[in-house]
């Protein structure tokens, strides 16, 4: 017999962690479990697989201290593994598919991904792949921040291998699916159905493997998934919102990753979000003028699903309202999605990360002596600017550029200066940079 008191520290724990950990873990790994038998010593769990024990001890052993007794600090718990029962006839357990039929996003397609200096040679490199499946880049690691355009990537490969290499058998997953699908089968002792289907994939496309940080038993079963399909010469292109060496994942896996091409896609510059922004207006029906265009890409720099969202306010707006658009009505519409810099001293710091980001040169470049065009035309609109903004003698100022003289960094703000009326392109930068840096 289960004390009716003992039996309500089982439903007290379940109620604690149910708050603690979202449904979907909650179902995978605590809603399974059964109480068996409550002593004053001894608490009888009955647990589906052996995999559940690890796992309830592994990561909830201090909670299930603070409800069932302990023995020599660890929770006295005994548990009964459940026996295979006789299947019934409600609904059979789904067989996985001897061929792989993903769906991909219908508008994430290499046709469709706005070409720009920042991102030319990740878009090369995954059409690299999407040609000679396993014979390019192996892995092919692609990072970034969010809304960068990884996912279309990933699923660009996808619509040109099915529409290209229609015999490889291909399967697109998100790494929490993966996960997902790896407890059900566990839950109903069909793992290894699992691993044939996977190790004998032609491609695997996975997204979002920073989910696999700290699941280490997860990540076991991928990593030997991984080097399977790479000892044979068998595609995986893996997106992440971090390059292989900053995820807390083994040395192991993050070896695994950085074996092939490891590929950062990085903000857009302005005139490829000028281009994005009238690709997508052109396909909404959308007529923007350049200085709404340019505008837009200005205030919003960051990600390009903000753009995307941009463009669908900016469309339902006109279609509802029936008006034309103009700077002033945009800036009152997407004034929620508009980036503004906070009110702040600015430093040299400041300016030199600034347009590190905007001309996609390194600040130890910028700092440096390099004579290379784009690296001294950076160099010389962040003297500019720190000769604009920042209230410090020339001699201070000029000797965060790597110990440049003033007379230099005069050369440099007279140039600058000379140039703006001329160049619309570095107008449109330098306005940039200053409504970035609060100024």
């Known amino acids: 017999m289960i004390e009716c008191d003992k039996k309500n520290n089982w439903h007290e724990f379940l109620e604690f962690m149910q708050k603690r950990m979202n449904a979907t873990e909650f179902e995978n790994w605590l809603a399974p479990i059964h109480v068996l038998q409550i002593t004053p010593d001894e608490v009888v769990l009955e647990v589906p697989n052996i995999f559940v ?14 409800f069932f007794p302990a023995c020599k600090g660890e929770p006295c718990i005994d548990f009964i593994v459940k026996e295979e029962k006789k299947k019934k006839a409600l609904q059979p357990f789904p067989k996985i598919p001897q061929k792989s039929t993903p769906l991909f996003n219908p508008s994430y397609t290499f046709e469709n991904y706005i070409e720009g200096p920042s991102n030319q040679f990740i878009k090369s490199a995954a ?12 892995p092919l690691f692609i990072h970034g921040g969010v809304g960068l355009g990884k996912t279309h990537l990933l ?10 290499h229609k015999k490889l058998k291909m399967k697109c997953i998100t790494t929490e699916a993966f996960i997902n699908e790896l407890v059900d089968h566990l839950r109903n002792k069909s793992v290894d159905k699992m691993k044939r289907f996977y190790r004998t994939l032609d491609i695997l496309l996975v997204d979002d493997i920073q989910f696999l940080q700290n699941r280490l ?9 991984f080097e399977s399909l790479i000892h044979q010469n068998h595609q995986i292109v893996i997106t992440s919102d971090k390059p292989p060496s900053q995820l807390k994942l083994s040395e192991r896996m993050i070896a695994r990753m950085e074996w092939g091409l490891v ?8 005139e490829t979000r000028v281009a994005i922004l009238q690709d997508k207006a052109e396909k909404k029906g959308l007529q923007l003028t350049s200085d709404i265009a340019f505008f837009i890409a200005e205030h919003i720099y960051n990600n390009v699903r903000q753009i995307e969202g941009a463009i669908n306010r900016l469309s339902a707006y006109c279609k509802l309202m029936n008006m034309e658009l ?12 508009l980036q503004k810099s906070v009110d702040k001293k600015i430093t040299v710091d400041d300016i030199l990360k600034c347009i590190s980001q905007i001309f996609e040169v390194r600040v130890t470049e910028i700092r440096g002596s390099s004579r290379h065009k784009n690296i001294a035309f950076a160099r010389q609109v962040a003297m500019y600017l720190a000769k604009e ?3 410090e003698s020339l001699i201070k100022i000029a000797s965060n550029f790597g110990g440049k003289t003033h007379s230099t960094l005069l050369h440099a703000w007279k140039k600058i200066k000379k140039e703006l009326p001329e160049n619309d392109v570095l107008f449109r930068k330098l306005k940039m940079a200053k409504r970035q840096l609060g100024a």
């Open 217 to 225: 038993n997860f990540e076991e079963e991928f990593c030997n998934t």
């Open 263 to 270: 590929a950062n896609v990085v903000t857009p510059d302005l």
């Open 127 to 138: 059409m690299g792949v999407a040609n000679r499946p396993g014979k390019s880049f192996n």
């Open 326 to 337: 103009t700077v002033d009505i945009v800036e009152n519409i997407l004034a929620h999605l």
């Open 53 to 66: 024990r690890e796992y309830l001890l592994e990561n909830y052993k201090e909670a299930l201290l603070n």
């Open 389 to 391: 903004l920042v209230s």
């Open 155 to 164: 699923h660009s490969i996808g619509h040109y291998v099915q529409k290209n």
